[in-house]
């Protein structure tokens, strides 16, 4: 167990809506970053957020967005869905702002009808 | 240039052999390079990782080798067992992110 819990674990949905998928980081870690893994482009970094602030940005689409809140947890925004936005998304955390190791979640398998 | 290439995509090994995954990547910037272990339905997880001051690391019966001037590491896995059959990821990082290698999918047969 990571200490990197993700919810929900399962999401399906349709075309054109939105989503939200949540991460509590392990205790202590103060940096969140996103990850969106899917067959053909791999695990790729989406977005990274430190202490509440946004810190780096990826290969993140505008229809995507993401918060950290006060207590640490994060949440990735998904709107506007499309069908190839189907993938896994998974989040980990780390102590420092440029801190390895990074440590994952077991990740929330978005479905797009 | 900031990709990192992996291989083999796949890779199949008896029981007790050594499996050899290799990655090479381009940016100098890269500082940190771990390998992580994914089983199917979980989140990737950190097995090694070597930073490029260090030519190589062993725990138990993984080793990272690091090439810097080749700008090439590999994951050295000695008496391979069933357990260890899973998908491997290289990944390189500077400044926190992680870019990560394609994957190579092991079966280690009994």
């Known amino acids: 167990d990571s200490g990197v819990t993700q919810t929900p674990k399962h999401l399906i949905t349709a075309t054109g809506q939105r989503v939200t998928l949540r991460c509590s980081p392990r205790s202590g870690d103060l940096s969140v970053y996103w990850y969106q893994q899917s067959l053909d482009q791999g695990l790729q970094f989406l977005i990274q957020?430190?202490?509440?602030?946004?810190?780096a940005k990826g290969n993140i689409l505008e229809r995507f967005s993401a918060q950290q809140f006060p207590d640490l947890h994060s949440e990735l925004n998904l709107s506007s869905l499309e069908l190839g936005d189907s993938a896994l998304y998974f989040c980990?955390?780390?102590?420092?702002?440029?801190?390895?190791?990074?440590?994952f979640g077991d990740g929330t398998r978005l479905s797009i009808l | 240039q900031q990709q990192v290439k992996q291989s083999p995509q796949s890779l199949i090994v008896q029981k007790g052999g050594i499996s050899i995954i290799n990655c090479a990547y381009e940016?100098?910037?890269?500082?940190?390079f771990p390998w992580y272990q994914q089983f199917p339905g979980k989140g990737p997880a950190l097995l090694i990782a070597?930073?490029?001051?260090?030519s190589e690391k062993k725990e138990g019966r993984f080793t990272i080798s690091f090439n810097k001037s080749a700008k090439q590491f590999s994951l050295h896995i000695m008496d391979s067992q069933p357990g260890d059959s899973a998908t491997y990821f290289c990944a390189a990082s500077s400044a926190g992110k992680l870019i990560f290698g394609q994957g190579t999918t092991l079966q280690v047969k009994p």
């Open positions: 070597i930073r490029p001051d260090v």
């Open positions: 940016n100098t910037a890269f500082d940190y």
């Open positions: 980990a955390s780390s102590v420092e702002l440029d801190g390895q190791p990074q440590h």
């Open positions: 957020y430190y202490n509440g602030e946004e810190r």
